[in-house]
């Protein structure tokens, strides 16, 4: 008889066909929009419709392609067009084949350039989006990133440990707060549960949050040439090269994808322009000797916040930045302002609003909530410490301070709410809200290079003052 891991391998890599559950079987939906995020981790499928769809699939091999049958619908235009969505270097679609397979049932056959481990979920409306069918493509073999994340983490826990003092190995959660390691434990702890979980099927995800303009097609980002230089001024983390060591920048530009973020009076989107903003800050960073970047993401595909704190923790990140250009409620809001993460309550009514605004991002992007990534998410995030927040407003300070001094600030003390993105368990983080997109003045300034530069250049400034006072100590100066 089988055991219940290698029974649960079993289904999960057979052509078993998953039946989607719905509360409305819609029968004559229709498609409203049919949207294709290809990117290096997964390629996104969305189909938009105004009533709920049903649907199974099938996962197929020589050649390897996944076959959706979807219920309620008939072969259209869109349908048709589908495949002149799929880019030609799309990393996991190769052609998307459709047909009118049964009265009330289109088959797309999607031909693929890899195995792949689909992820298919409904979402019902939120924001500007009515009902969504998603299927997001992982490769089949992409390894256990929660393993790897538990590996890393520990590895860096005794590094840092034994860099310290040389003691016994003790975990950073033991040295930080003198608490047990509350993450790797619980991680160890939940790991058979959240497999169980992983195995179950698919539920329908109800969704709310604020209205938004709805997201353009895929509209081509521009880059930006840059033309600045790198800061000629003494690398502060290089005055010893004794003690200090490289330091590793965790850039999170937000938004993307399905999720726009805010949209500008003139149609410019958050995600777009932050982008921009990250990349120049990404360039002036690596160009300045013992900096090193990590992009949390470096094109425009959907990241849900966890994710984003897990590749900084992955790459053992020492700082983590995300840069944002949300809007307001009334259009004369403006200047620059930066978060970090609180406690307990919001410093203000605005950082409150504000952090619901950019936790709104997952629903928004759309996550799967039986996905393992997010099980184990909803208990780490609210992990933080009170020393590791402290030290997030040790870097947003100077940060905050450095903008001043090179564009107009919206408030002059650091703000805290309970940003998601910022709930690292052991990562100085802060959040950079660049201007108010929603201000007709800052949305065109958004626009121009040159603005953006400065706005990634008060950043990194900000960030180098930080340095200058709170160097990084060395990682394994006892290992080598
Ligand atoms: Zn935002």
Redesign the pocket.
């Known amino acids: 008889m089988l055991t219940p891991p290698r029974r649960r391998f079993l289904v999960q890599s057979s052509s078993l066909v998953l039946l989607l559950t719905a509360p409305m079987i819609a029968r004559g939906a229709t498609l409203m929009s049919i949207r294709v995020w290809p990117a290096p981790e997964y390629t996104r499928l969305t189909l938009e419709s105004d009533g709920a769809l049903s649907a199974t699939h099938q996962v197929l091999s020589d050649p390897p392609r996944l076959v959706v049958d979807i219920q309620g619908l008939q072969l259209d235009n869109q349908l048709r067009d589908l495949a002149g969505k799929v880019k030609s270097d799309d990393p996991f679609i190769k052609d998307v084949r459709v047909g009118q397979f049964k009265p009330d049932v289109v088959r797309l056959v999607i031909d693929l350039k890899q195995a792949v481990k689909p992820q298919v979920f409904s979402l019902l409306p939120v924001a500007a989006y009515q009902n969504r069918l998603v299927f997001d493509l992982y490769p089949a073999h992409a390894g256990d990133r929660l393993m790897a994340f538990m590996q890393q983490q520990e590895t860096l826990d005794r590094e840092r440990q034994l860099g310290a003092s040389g003691a016994p190995p003790q975990t950073l959660a033991q040295a930080q707060t003198g608490q047990h390691d509350s993450l790797g434990d619980w991680i160890r702890q939940h790991r058979s549960e959240l497999d169980d979980q992983q195995a179950a099927q698919p539920q329908q995800f109800a969704q709310n949050g604020p209205r938004s303009a709805p997201p353009r097609q895929q509209a081509a980002t521009p880059s930006d040439n840059l033309a600045d230089s790198p800061s000629s001024r003494p690398d502060p983390v290089r005055r010893d090269r004794r003690n200090f060591r490289t330091v590793l920048l965790a850039i999170d530009p937000?938004?993307g994808g399905e999720d726009p973020?805010?949209t500008g009076p003139s149609g410019v989107h958050?995600?777009d322009v932050?982008l921009l903003i990250a990349r120049h800050l990404r360039d002036l960073a690596q160009n300045t000797p013992h900096m090193r970047v990590m992009m949390t993401r470096d094109s425009d595909f959907f990241v849900p916040l966890w994710t984003r704190v897990e590749k900084a923790q992955s790459a053992n990140a020492d700082l983590f930045t995300?840069i944002?250009?949300?809007g307001w409620f009334t259009p004369d809001a403006r200047g620059a302002s930066v978060y970090c993460l609180s406690e307990g309550g919001a410093t203000s009514v605005e950082a409150r609003l504000m952090a619901q605004?950019?936790n709104a991002?997952d629903a928004i992007g759309g996550i799967d909530i039986n996905s393992r990534s997010y099980q184990v998410a909803k208990v780490l995030l609210d992990m933080s410490t009170t020393a590791k927040i402290n030290a997030s407003l040790k870097m947003a300070r100077p940060t905050l301070g450095k903008m001043g001094e090179l564009v107009h600030l919206h408030s002059k003390q650091v703000q805290q709410a309970g940003f998601a993105v910022l709930k690292s368990p052991s990562i100085p983080s802060m959040l950079v809200?660049t201007a108010f997109i929603s201000n007709p003045e800052e949305e065109a300034r958004l626009q121009t290079p040159a603005y953006r530069k400065q706005i990634a250049r008060a950043i990194f400034e900000g960030l180098r003052a930080y340095l200058d006072t709170n160097p990084p100590l060395a990682r394994r100066r006892i290992l080598t």
């Open positions: 937000g938004h973020g805010a958050e995600k932050v995300s944002h250009a949300d605004r950019e991002a809200e």
